[in-house]
């Protein structure tokens, strides 16, 4: 049977719909829309394997704050009605044959991750609904990253023209430049033109900080900054090694069942 997985980042799609809804207290509303969202999605997906992935909803930051302490520290909370709303949406989910995943320790991101790089790697076609970029680091002939709130697939194209590097040099990216919305501070003083500059003459981050014939003006930013960007590098790379406890049978996706 030929694999077609549907991975849904739960929280990304569930808070875009619940921050435009008119009474942010009605959690049947929010689920009902993104049941809307994802009926949409199955039609134009047809799904043979489908799960909505969970992030935790404690204070536990996971590994990535022990690299960098500031990592999403300032991130705004989940509204209150919403954190209590869950259960109901996992419910309306269940209601449509979709199961739900939830993280304990480790982030949403990289048990996503995990689960499409393993059905890549035994030939599934695998696609990540979110509009997270940093899932773009994942990016292969058989998984596929689709926004759908702009209705458009962030591919090979899309990071060129919005990164300048490949999806493979991503991390070695944002390793150079952080990635604010998380807290990631990059090194300072180098941006993005500088950065994709510098990953399309060397490659690598590695690359970049052993190569003698830097350019002085961005030789003075690097210097003594090695350690700062290989953790932020390390913070922005996706894991793809975390241990599942589950196989993809928990996960198969019958429309027909859906009540």
């Not at 990535?64 to 989940?78: F, N, S």
């Not at 949406?89 to 979709?98: E, L, R, T, V």
């Not at 180098?190 to 590695?206: F, R, V």
């Not at 922005?236 to 928990?250: M, R, Y």
């Amino acid at each position: 049977m030929t694999i077609n997985l549907v991975i849904i980042d739960a929280m990304n799609l569930i808070r875009r719909v619940h921050a435009v809804q008119p009474n942010p207290e009605d959690i049947a509303g929010t689920a009902q829309v993104c049941c809307q969202a994802l009926r949409k999605i199955i039609k134009s997906t047809q799904p043979t394997h489908m799960v909505a992935v969970f992030d935790h909803v404690g204070q536990d930051r996971g590994w990535r704050a022990e690299l960098i302490p500031e990592y999403k520290q300032g991130r705004k909370p989940m509204p209150e009605a919403l954190a209590e709303g869950l259960d109901t949406i996992q419910d309306a989910f269940w209601s449509m044959n979709i199961d739900s995943l939830l993280s304990s320790g480790d982030e949403a991101d990289d048990m996503i991750a995990t689960l499409a790089s393993k059905v890549a790697e035994k030939q599934g076609q695998v696609t990540i609904v979110s509009t997270d970029k940093g899932y773009c680091q994942l990016l292969h002939p058989m998984i596929r990253i689709r926004d759908y709130f702009q209705q458009r697939w962030l591919d090979a194209p899309f990071v060129e023209k919005e990164f300048s590097v490949k999806p493979e040099q991503l991390a070695d990216y944002w390793g150079l430049v952080g990635i604010s919305s998380s807290g990631v501070s990059g090194v300072p003083g180098i941006g993005p033109k500088t950065a994709s500059s510098l990953l399309q003459t060397y490659g690598t981050l590695d690359t970049v900080f052993s190569a003698e014939d830097i350019p002085t003006k961005w030789q003075k930013k690097l210097d003594g900054q090695k350690e700062l960007a290989v953790n932020c590098k390390q913070v922005a790379t996706l894991k793809t090694d975390v241990v599942l406890g589950f196989n993809l049978q928990d996960i198969r996706f019958n429309k027909n069942n859906e009540s």
